[in-house]
């Protein structure tokens, strides 16, 4: 039976469900210390001076100071802004300023530091903000032209709050002095990214080794933030001579770490009479924070997806990511198209409205088929999917039935079409060129690639693409654990890339590798000639012509499509919204196992689920307010609804047995669905999470 198309038994299933599994915080090494982050106390200002108050016998101590001549003291990313340690100027809440390291946790948790600031004015507010971290223009016909042509303008503001990641366990890092430098184990995304940022802060000639113990989920906040932390501990063993392990508790992850950029979107649109888009004008604002991280990337995939799955031959998007005096934002399942899809479907809503068209018939007229082109002039070809994942979740969900039953009670219905770019944009896979490696075993064969298991299935799903490819049994495939010295650098486990990049390269790496075994299995030729190795680099599609300076052209090779159908209730009297069904189809081009991408979409729905209705981050000085899982509420499954899922298959020929990205795209659909299903009930809201102050001021100004 082929592996492909079948859900298999998970690599790592047995030692998860069993507890035999260890992660960062199982782990210990003998002489370990334990690390601790000082940070600062407030939004902005210069430090005057430190004061230990405590005994430090016993204690190992690090400021910037310590930072070798050889280093930068520079998180290293994208913009070398970001400082390991702050030398003198505070520029967020919970910034690091000093690290200590003690055998004794309970003693370490007790030392007093005690920091003094002269105190100056932070800005909090992105829309004030005179520091643009990132901007982008995206120009496609003339805009003015076809606003003059329009006979309905329709003009709209959207907002979307920070999102706490909450993967299920915090961040966490050892470190351990070796070979004269370092190697790190931790709960990681990107190991790659790491290593990089070691090699910055120790000098490049440093021995840096980066291992990923198995990790409790990410979703995009453990991308760029382990490097951080990973310096921490790195510069806490090396002063001390020992390992040192340093692990967040919930409240310091939750203050101290990255969250989804905060946008406010306005949307100009320009349509005729019969409903036809013909001219869309969209500014985005991104709140960035105190430093760049990833906002460059992820302004630019949310402005790339802020006209929607939409036809109209005349668009301009504006994009800027402002600087604010908060804790960094960075990645966020889904990257920024989340925030900018939220607003453009909640929009297409009150346009269909405007020109008396149900929005089910309004998107059919205007969703993109084959031939069309996108925002960046990119020309879509058979794999794309608008109408069929639109007409099925209509008819799954039997959407124009209750529509009409629902008027004028507690329940509404809405939906939204989606669409989400499978890996880097642009030319970005081609700057990457990642590898992926296969080596014969005396049983099978090993997969090497710096790809990661984050609870997502990569083992499992890489281990099928390559057993099929080989035409071996699933059970001779295993699976090496991410470290830098040993696996190549395949890229960083974001994008939703890496089924299809990663995997198509491993794909190649099995055909070759088939066709030097001849006749013989793995073993048979591991046994009668030795060591055989394949290794592979990712080929982009030749086709691909994009322009990083004027955001034109073949932002993504391939796009998956999908439609939410989003039933609620409301509670008029607590003004509680709640979900009662979500109808979710998506085409990802082939499902390689059919559980864990059911899995991912019934994870990613509840996660936006959570973005649209519960999860508000408490801002206060600066700072998250409500950091704990008391105050911050993600869903239950209380408060999870029926879900419907139907997986629609259109391959994708340059992925591994037609397969595209998967992982962000579920994230994208359930916030506007859910708003349009409010929208349903006679409420115009235009900001989530929806709680129910936000539904009880709708209300009022109605």
Request: proline letters at 6%; a negative charge; hydrophobic letters at 35%.
């Amino acid at each position: 039976m082929p592996a492909v198309g079948t859900s298999v038994a998970r690599k790592d299933g047995i030692g998860k469900a069993t507890g035999a599994t260890k992660y960062a915080d199982d782990l210990v090494f003998p002489r370990m210390l334990h690390g601790r982050t000082i940070r600062s106390t407030i939004p902005r200002g210069r430090i005057t001076s430190i004061r230990l108050d405590f005994d430090p016998t016993g204690f190992t101590i690090v400021d910037h100071r310590d930072i070798p001549a050889a280093g930068h003291n520079i998180v290293a990313l994208i913009e070398d802004d970001q400082p390991f340690l702050v030398e003198t100027e505070v520029r967020h809440l919970a910034e690091p300023i000093l690290l200590l390291a003690h055998e004794d946790r309970e003693k370490l948790l007790s030392a007093n530091v005690v920091i003094e600031y002269e105190e100056l004015a932070p800005e909090f507010d992105p829309e004030h903000s005179t520091t643009i971290l990132k901007s982008l223009a995206i120009d496609k016909g003339n805009v003015e032209a076809g606003f003059a042509t329009a006979d309905v303008i329709v003009e709209g503001t959207y907002r979307t709050g920070h999102q706490e990641h909450v993967y299920i366990e915090p961040n966490g890092i050892i470190a351990d002095p070796e070979n004269g430098g370092i190697a790190v184990h931790g709960s990681i995304q990107c190991p790659f990214y790491v290593h990089k940022a070691l090699k910055s802060l120790l000098g490049k000639d440093a021995y840096v080794r980066v291992v990923q113990t198995e990790t409790g989920g990410g979703f995009g906040g453990k991308e760029e933030y382990p490097s951080m932390i990973a310096g921490h501990a790195t510069l806490l063993a090396l002063k001390s001579g020992r390992p040192v392990k340093i692990i967040y508790d919930r409240t310091e992850d939750m203050i101290a770490t990255t969250k989804r950029h905060p946008s406010i979107v306005r949307h100009r649109t320009g349509v005729k009479r019969d409903g036809t888009l013909v001219a869309m004008d969209i500014d985005i604002i991104l709140d960035g924070g105190a430093y760049i991280t990833l906002s460059p990337v992820v302004m630019s995939r949310g402005g790339i997806h802020a006209a929607g799955p939409y036809r109209c031959e005349n668009t301009r998007i504006r994009g800027k990511a402002m600087f604010t005096n908060t804790p960094p934002n960075g990645a966020f399942r889904g990257f920024g198209a989340p925030q900018t899809l939220f607003a453009v479907e909640a929009h297409i809503d009150r346009v269909a409205e405007a020109v008396g068209m149900d929005p089910v018939a309004f998107r059919e007229h205007n969703a993109l088929v084959p031939g069309d082109t996108t925002a960046t002039g990119q020309v879509l070809t058979g794999d794309c999917s608008a109408l069929e994942v639109l007409r099925e979740a209509v008819r799954r969900s039997d959407f124009h039935r209750k529509s009409a039953e629902y008027k004028g009670t507690n329940r509404g219905i809405g939906l939204a079409l989606f669409y989400h770019g499978s890996g880097f944009t642009g030319s970005g896979e081609l700057r990457l060129a990642s590898k992926a490696k296969l080596e014969l075993t005396k049983t099978g064969v090993r997969i090497l690639v710096s790809s990661t298991e984050i609870g997502q299935g990569t083992r499992t799903m890489h281990a099928q693409i390559v057993a099929d490819s080989l035409n071996v049994p699933y059970e001779q495939i295993e699976v090496a654990q991410p470290d830098t010295q040993r696996v190549p650098d395949s890229g960083p486990t974001v994008a939703s890339r890496t089924c299809m990049v990663v995997g198509r390269i491993l794909q190649r790496c099995a055909e070759e590798m088939k066709e030097r075994l001849g006749v013989l299995t793995p073993a048979e030729y591991f046994e009668k000639y030795g060591a055989l190795e394949i290794l592979k680099e990712h080929e982009p599609p030749a086709w691909i012509q994009w322009n990083d300076d004027t955001y034109s052209g073949d932002a993504y090779a391939t796009y998956a499509w999908g439609c939410d159908v989003a039933e609620v209730e409301i509670d008029r009297d607590t003004y509680e919204v709640r979900p009662i069904k979500l109808t979710a189809v998506q085409e990802f081009g082939k499902a390689i196992h059919p559980g864990l991408a059911r899995g991912q979409i019934e994870g990613g729905t509840a996660q936006g689920l959570g973005f649209a209705l519960l999860e508000k981050v408490v801002m206060s000085n600066g700072g998250m307010n409500n950091a704990s899982l008391t105050n911050y509420t993600i869903p239950t499954t209380l408060d999870t609804p029926e879900m419907d899922i139907a997986i629609l298959e259109n391959p994708y020929e340059d992925g591994p047995f037609g397969a595209k990205g998967l992982g962000e795209l579920p994230i994208d659909g359930p916030a506007p669905a859910v708003i349009n299903a409010i929208r349903h009930l006679g409420i115009d809201v235009r900001e989530i999470p929806a709680t129910p102050e936000i539904i009880l001021s709708a209300c009022a100004s109605r």
